[in-house]
């Protein structure tokens, strides 16, 4: 059975799709139970409001800055064994993060998590693009999201649990034993397959400059280090200078922007997720910290939002294909800048019912309205074969986004280094935060009126009808051309 003809009622698909469910799952937990498990890690190691923002940022920061590299070295010299070695680097890093003796050693570790998920995730839908038939590759991809959907909906109770139960460190410790799982699969299990047209060197000094300007940056918010600022925004330009020097090779093409939608398009992107990546940080503290709740308390709180999504966004992508991007890229944001509003209700003695719910329903009706338009609006606004890349970018844009925000909205909101062990004042400072991310997706929403013009060409994709990640688009695995 060659590439490409792979059926999904064989042995092999089947496996296929449960080792790359179970591989892609694993960096989708990582990214949605972390935030749950903060006071607890805050309180073990002694730690300040610091090192939690960089538990979170290590781990977006390498990600975000590697993944479209990742991409490229699975389409070079083979995916599934590019996204093997992203398997066992990842759990490798999530070892060390559970035995973690101090904070530093945890944020290396959380960095190192990112180098594993940026070489697996883009190879995780890869594979299975890669490997089926025509006729069966809607239905294995509309699988895959939808475990994954599962997965991210129950990420956050799961987290809980273990926080609360075993502890903190077994949110690591887990992917232990489900990547011992996938690995054997993968390799028993799944077809090679590669990118033959794939050829000349990968930009790698552009991957690193782009991953060290944010570095450089998320420092200077964190450590309000005003020279490490300046030095991000000296590296982000030799970024850009290095880009368009090497034009169509370059890992990030600047003609790419051509496209007045495709840029648009990612200014929407990184005003939601920005507002995302500081809300979701913010909120699993204040829900702890502030309203009382347990680690498993805080993580079934929020379970409304990605319930939302994993029911309606197939609906939802439906819609945004009749009617076009303006409307959803518009009104979801709204919504979403209003559930965050109505989380300033959420004081001491909040309600569940009364308080917190209504505030997380209109949050879930908002992402769902526009994260699968969102995701076909970029994929329309490029030519076909420039899918893969332009998902890419926008995925890697949302992330970096996300971090940025939990970076500096801490700063903005005034929290000082042991806010989150005071209710009192993390509370105060979360009350100023929350308009911040209101304001953040209300500017989105302006920027998608006033530019979303033609209507968007691509249909919901598969993997976007049932995404239920809070911190980044879906992954479109069409062919990325990062190398040169």
Same mark, same amino acid.
């Given at each position: 059975m060659g590439e490409r003809d792979v059926r999904m009622g064989s042995r092999t698909g089947r496996w296929i799709v449960f080792t790359t469910v179970l591989g892609s799952g694993m960096a989708l937990l990582d990214s949605t139970v972390v935030n749950v498990a903060l006071p607890h890690i805050g309180e073990d190691l002694g730690a300040d409001l610091a090192v939690l923002q960089w538990t979170v940022n290590a781990y977006m920061l390498t990600l975000a800055g590697l993944i479209l590299l990742g991409g490229s070295l699975g389409d070079r010299f083979g995916r599934r064994r590019v996204f093997v070695i992203g398997v066992v680097w990842f759990a490798l890093a999530s070892l060390l993060c559970g035995l973690a003796p101090n904070a530093g050693v945890l944020i290396a570790a959380r960095a190192l998590q990112g180098v594993g998920g940026a070489l697996l995730t883009p190879g995780s839908l890869a594979l299975i693009q890669a490997s089926f038939h025509e006729d069966d590759r809607a239905r294995a991809v509309g699988l895959w999201s939808g475990f994954g959907g599962v997965g991210a909906a129950i990420g956050p109770f799961v987290g809980g649990w273990l926080v609360d139960g075993p502890g903190w460190r077994w949110v690591f410790l887990l992917n232990v034993p489900l990547a011992a799982l996938c690995v054997p699969v993968a390799l028993r299990h799944v077809p090679e397959s590669r990118d033959e047209t794939a050829h000349g060197r990968f930009d790698v000094l552009g991957a690193v400059l782009g991953a060290a300007a944010l570095a450089l940056v998320t420092y200077a918010l964190i450590g309000e280090a005003w020279w490490a600022g300046a030095a991000g925004v000296l590296v982000g330009a030799w970024f850009v200078v290095v880009e368009r020097r090497r034009g169509e090779r370059a890992m990030v093409p600047p003609s790419i922007f051509a496209s007045r939608m495709f840029t648009a398009v990612n200014l929407v992107t990184l005003c939601v997720y920005a507002a995302f990546g500081g809300f979701f940080f913010l909120a699993a503290l204040q829900l702890q910290v502030v309203a009382g709740y347990s680690a498993l308390g805080a993580g079934t709180a929020l379970l409304p939002?990605?319930?939302?999504?994993?029911? !309606? %966004?197939?609906? %939802?992508?439906?819609?945004?294909?009749?009617?076009?991007?303006?409307?959803? !890229?518009?009104?979801?944001?709204?919504?979403?800048?209003?559930?965050?509003? !109505?989380?300033?209700?959420?004081?001491?003695?909040? %309600?569940?019912?009364r308080d917190v719910l209504p505030a997380l329903l209109v949050l879930g009706l908002g992402m769902t309205a526009l994260v699968a338009p969102l995701t076909a609006t970029v994929l329309a606004s490029v030519d076909v074969s420039r899918a893969g890349l332009a998902s890419g970018i926008n995925n890697a844009a949302a992330r970096a986004a996300g971090l940025l925000a939990v970076a500096a909205l801490p700063m903005l909101a005034g929290m000082g280094p042991e806010a989150y062990r005071s209710a009192e004042e993390f509370g105060s400072t979360f009350r100023r935060a929350m308009p911040m991310c209101a304001g953040i997706l209300v500017v989105g929403a302006v920027v998608a009126w006033t530019t979303m013009r033609t209507p968007a060409r691509a249909g919901c994709h598969p993997e976007c009808k049932v995404h239920c990640g809070v911190t980044s688009p879906p992954l479109d695995p069409g062919r990325r051309d990062a190398s040169a």
């Open positions: 939002t990605t319930v939302l999504m994993l029911l !309606l %966004s197939a609906k %939802s992508g439906e819609l945004g294909e009749r009617i076009g991007p303006r409307i959803p !890229l518009t009104v979801g944001p709204l919504l979403c800048a209003a559930g965050m509003l !109505l989380m300033l209700r959420v004081g001491e003695d909040a %309600s569940y019912v």
